[in-house]
DNA sequence: CGCGGGCCGGAGCGCCGCTCTCGTCCCGGC
DNA sequence: GCCGGGACGAGAGCGGCGCTCCGGCCCGCG
């Protein structure tokens, strides 16, 4: 691991960071639509067209954005559920704090990786690994759970317990929630769809003038998410 | 109501609902990062300063568009709504698959008004009234179906009945959903939230190789979201 | 019916993404 | 050690963008 040996490599490596630095900087304070490439060369007091000799175009310098934002709310959320005791439940709702902490302190990036997609962006294959970290957390708590014989029978939704199968066979191999049961993983999914739309509504500003405690109205959504798939979480 | 007399005013008022409806279609063919004054301006045969005479800046037209689709959205939620029956839960349920049907159609449209904010951009005050219809047509299944005796006892999220209220007062007062019982409002603002952000991750791409079958995953979606408010709707 | 004010087109400013060319410079193989 | 070549940076340039200013036309109001 580590840099090859060679200076020019070397060299063109840490350039190559300084201007994804820079450019994460610039992220950060004027967000992503305002991200000018001629700008992070301006602040590397180099030329526009020197940029280009280390990512091919400005859609790939935010590709790359996007990954290391994916593997930072990843990172984030793993060390949460780390830090979130022994029980499954404890775990997930540490995870679930954790992504939104991330999400607040990073408001620009969560809408690179949640918001609207840009029109003509197609996600490259790289990015799919990062962007599962997150789910996978959630998943991951809630099929200890599942093994450990701590979900309550589900709540609400009754008789939908049945019928084909609505994920695709790579999800329900990767997540690893024991099958069979009734439609567990897509359960699952909607923990993770909650987590994030809570989150999106709170930073896009749906909740002006609608939600005074945003922290508390968090805390509320992910008690009714736990509850949707029977996993009991600490009490407050 | 009407246009003005004034003949002056008149070709005002058509030339303005021109120049929307020219942005309208662009907005829907690429999308609003891509929409710009000057192409409006070359569809409608005009000079770009030409525009500026009905909209003082970009960011006023896609105003307008946004107050646009609100209302659009909120038609579609209404009119499903009322071609959803009698009992609310098939209204809340009709309302909510207009709305998924009204966004697939629209998606550019949608991302317009649920997707990332522009950084710099604060939405005017007369974007709140069309914002609100969606909302209020859920608010108002909810709200029926309490009045007629008809939630269930809230499923999950035990023990969070108490506490301060999250929500301010004027949606409280503009729900009209019975106060005092545990978290009614707080409970029914979730739905809205699983509502858009389960259409958001279908159509910002992140059930890409992760859910097969779209329709189905938002029927089951939306059952788990009227579970956990006790609302009983129709089996498919 | 005159005239004034709204309207339009065109030029222009400073940005943007991206490309091409050209001179330089330095790494690496001999 | 030396030389060749390839990576590199700078600059100019192209087309497009949002937005502004100015001059002239012309239509509708009084």
Redesign the interface.
């Known amino acids: 691991m580590g840099t090859p040996g060679t200076a020019r490599a070397r060299a063109r490596a840490e350039i190559t960071a300084a201007v994804k630095e820079a450019a994460r900087a610039q992220l950060a304070q004027?967000?992503?639509?305002?991200l000018s490439v001629r700008a992070v060369a301006r602040e590397l007091g180099m030329a526009s067209s020197a940029v280009y000799r280390y990512f091919a175009s400005r859609d790939e310098l935010l590709t790359a954005l996007i990954v290391d934002a994916y593997d930072a709310v990843g990172a984030a959320a793993e060390d949460g559920a780390r830090a979130g005791g022994d029980d499954p439940g404890g775990r997930w709702l540490a995870a679930c704090r954790a992504v939104r902490i991330w999400a607040v302190d990073h408001p620009?990036e969560f809408?690179?990786l949640?918001?609207?997609?840009?029109?003509?962006y197609r996600?490259p294959a790289d990015t799919?690994g990062p962007?599962a970290r997150v789910p996978l957390v959630l998943a991951a708590a809630v099929a200890d759970a599942a093994r450990l014989g701590l979900l309550h029978p589900p709540?609400?939704?009754?008789?939908?317990g049945s019928?084909?199968?609505?994920?695709?066979p790579?999800?329900l191999e990767a997540v690893g929630i024991p099958a069979g049961d009734d439609?567990l993983v897509?359960?699952a999914?909607?923990m993770w769809?909650?987590l994030?739309?809570?989150i999106?509504?709170e930073l896009?500003?749906?909740f002006?003038?609608?939600?005074?405690?945003r922290a508390?109205?968090f805390e509320?959504?992910m008690?009714?998410a736990?509850?949707?798939v029977?996993l009991e979480i600490p009490?407050p």
């Open positions: 004027v967000g992503a639509p305002a620009h809408s690179l949640y918001g609207s997609p840009v029109p003509g996600a799919i962007a709540t609400g939704a009754l008789g939908l019928g084909p199968r609505l994920v695709t790579e999800v439609r897509e359960r999914l909607g769809v909650a994030i739309g809570t999106s509504f896009f500003g749906h002006e003038n609608v939600v005074s405690d508390g109205y509320l959504a008690a009714g736990a509850g949707a029977g009490v």
